[in-house]
């Protein structure tokens, strides 16, 4: 095959006009699946059929919408690349997802859904009052909107590394195009587009690998140049939570952390909402699990394949590309730019996971914003609610456009999003937790755990960021850069995996800083719910607890009837029975029938 590579010729290669006729065909049915459901529902009036599509849609859209929500260019672009700077580790996440959603699925789940609710901070309303109820969906609305600005800058980054595309242009044509056909259609058109994009991740996805096995001459060669340079790395089981990376930090931290996607999370629970029944929803999530591991797995593979590509040549060191989120991209050109229509392809597989995440992000944001910033304060008719969604996800689109453009001034896209959103994301989890499995915490229990966890989270993710906490990559080689360049780096074969966080200033500070990201979650829940706890005992000692069970994971209704008669006693609560919805069991009742009682755990 002639040498064409760019780390043969130094030049990288850019899209044909097949190409651009593809890429602009996929982005055009999403569009016209917007335009459609927009045409179609112009006479209903009921903004339950913008918000979870009249709770009518079936196992298979949801679910693959499910998979597309949080699986964006973020993770399109950075697992590969996490894969060719450190090591295999990372691919523990996929055992993490699966534990994530089982335990979303039957803790957390059955509440939202058997209380009829649209955004989940109307548990919050119920169950701690408004002051609680209106941080934390502060805290969501900020959080999503930076997640939204990281998945808009992605995709953007890999269309200016194979067109030339000026990044403001690529911007402001994605942001655009999404915010015009989610503001239309609403929910039915982000779940359909959402699956129609799920299609095209996984055609992009097996097209990147299938090429890439043949090109380093088969799966098992690259599986071992990649393991002689320790890529290949699956048996850190370290319990030190400084370890950016082992199986503990990613499959029970990033389990954690992707629970609370699937758990309490307004951009996935919308969805869920959107199933006719619980049942169905519990398919559609485990439906979801087994997508997001194939896809995982097949982004860990790629990231193999692709360091075989450029064992001898590292990119980076010679401009090739600018950042080490562009290697995918640039792989994708260099293996498939002699084959017209296919670099197209694996295009629209990078936007259509930002689309989906952006279309599903700006939905929710809107439903969030009618159910608990305009309806608790003033009456909307349907119509006027309805029209209230639309401009405010148009709002929002046009907010991850602007906000966008600051994300493109930062780094490795991946990590700092998952860092920024977990910092965020762990307090807020608290809450549910302390909401659904400690039915004695009450609302100063939550207010200041809350508070404490973010501020502890905060004081983390500072103090790293002051003291340059980061990890080494991998190291590489440029001998095989082929081009006239003068190669003065000496190969180096590297013979541990670089895992180990490793402060390279301030090593004399704390080294609480040293803490995965992958446990910011669990910590700032960890946080939130000891406070909470202690606090809610000191607030409420002596006073009786009044919680309805409907608030509570059914789990502990289960575990009550078990636990000894002095714990019982103990730590039992007061709930105002009401009418019992089949898939909930009412706590145990006391005789005269109007009360039931239930425990502090």
């Known amino acids: 095959m002639e040498t064409s590579y760019s780390i043969q010729t130094g030049v990288t290669k850019t899209l044909g006009v097949v190409d651009f006729v593809v890429f602009g065909s996929t982005l055009s049915v999403a569009l016209f699946i917007g335009i459609y459901y927009a045409i179609q529902s112009r006479h209903r009036q009921d903004p339950s059929d913008f918000l979870v599509a ?262 980076l060191r010679y401009n090739l590309i600018s950042s080490t989120d562009e290697l995918l991209p640039l792989f994708v050109m260099d293996i498939l730019g002699h084959l017209p229509g296919l670099p197209g392809i694996f295009l629209s597989c990078i936007f259509s996971g930002s689309l989906s995440s952006l279309s599903s992000g700006i939905n929710a944001l809107s439903a969030v914003v009618l159910q608990d910033y305009i309806r608790p304060f003033t009456s909307v008719t349907n119509l006027q609610a309805t029209i209230i969604t639309k401009c405010t996800a148009a709002c929002f689109g046009f907010l991850c456009i602007g906000l966008a453009f600051v994300a493109s001034t930062l780094g490795n896209v991946l990590q700092i999003s998952y860092a920024i959103l977990s910092t965020l994301d762990g307090p807020l989890f608290g809450i549910f937790i302390l909401g659904m499995f400690f039915p004695r915490a009450n609302k100063w229990g939550a207010l200041f755990g809350y508070i404490s966890g973010l501020l502890f989270l905060s004081w983390l993710g500072i103090g790293a960021y002051m003291y340059d906490v980061n990890t080494p990559m991998s190291h590489f080689s440029v001998h095989g850069c082929n081009w006239n360049v003068t190669n003065s780096t000496a190969p180096i074969s590297a013979t541990s995996p670089a895992n180990n966080t490793e402060l390279t200033k301030g090593d004399d500070h704390l080294g609480i800083y040293r803490l995965s990201y992958l446990y910011y979650t669990a910590t700032g829940a960890f946080v939130n719910v000891v406070v909470g706890i202690i606090v809610s005992l000191i607030t409420g000692y002596g006073k009786p607890v009044t919680t309805d069970p409907k608030l509570i994971s059914p789990v502990i209704n289960t575990i009550f009837p078990c636990l000894p008669k002095k714990l019982k006693k103990k730590f039992s609560y007061t709930a105002v029975e009401t009418e019992p919805h089949p898939d909930i069991h009412i706590l145990e009742q006391v005789p005269d029938k109007k009360m039931s009682t239930g425990v502090f755990l």
């Open 54 to 315: 009249g709770r009518s849609m079936g196992i298979l859209p949801v679910s693959l919408s499910l998979i597309v929500t949080f699986l964006s260019a973020l993770t399109l672009l950075g697992m590969p690349a996490e894969i060719y700077n450190y090591n295999t580790m990372f691919w523990w996440l996929a055992l993490g997802m699966v534990l994530a959603v089982a335990g979303a699925a039957y803790l957390f789940n059955p509440v939202f859904y058997n209380m009829g609710i649209t955004s989940v901070y109307e548990y919050l309303e119920m169950r701690f009052g408004r002051a609680v109820t209106m941080l934390a969906s502060l805290n969501w609305l900020f959080q999503t909107i930076v997640y939204l600005s990281f998945v808009l800058y992605a995709p953007s980054l890999a269309l200016k590394s194979v067109t030339g595309m000026e990044l403001w242009v690529s911007i402001l044509t994605v942001g655009g195009l999404v915010t015009l056909y989610t503001s239309m259609g609403g929910m039915k058109a982000v779940l359909w587009a959402d699956s129609f994009q799920a299609v095209l991740i996984l055609v992009g996805l097996l097209s990147a690998f299938i090429q890439g096995t043949i090109v380093t001459d088969g799966l098992k060669n690259a599986w071992e140049i990649a393991s002689e340079h320790s890529r290949v790395y699956f048996d850190d089981f370290s319990v030190n939570p400084t370890t950016r990376h082992s199986f503990w930090s990613v499959a029970v931290g990033g389990g954690m952390m992707w629970m609370s996607y699937y758990a309490v999370n307004q951009c996935q629970i919308q969805r869920l909402l959107a199933c006719p029944t619980l049942r169905k929803a519990q398919i559609a999530i485990w439906i979801n699990a087994l997508g997001l591991a194939a896809i995982v797995s097949l982004c860990c593979l790629i990231g193999v394949v692709m360091y075989a590509f450029y064992k001898d040549c590292h990119p």
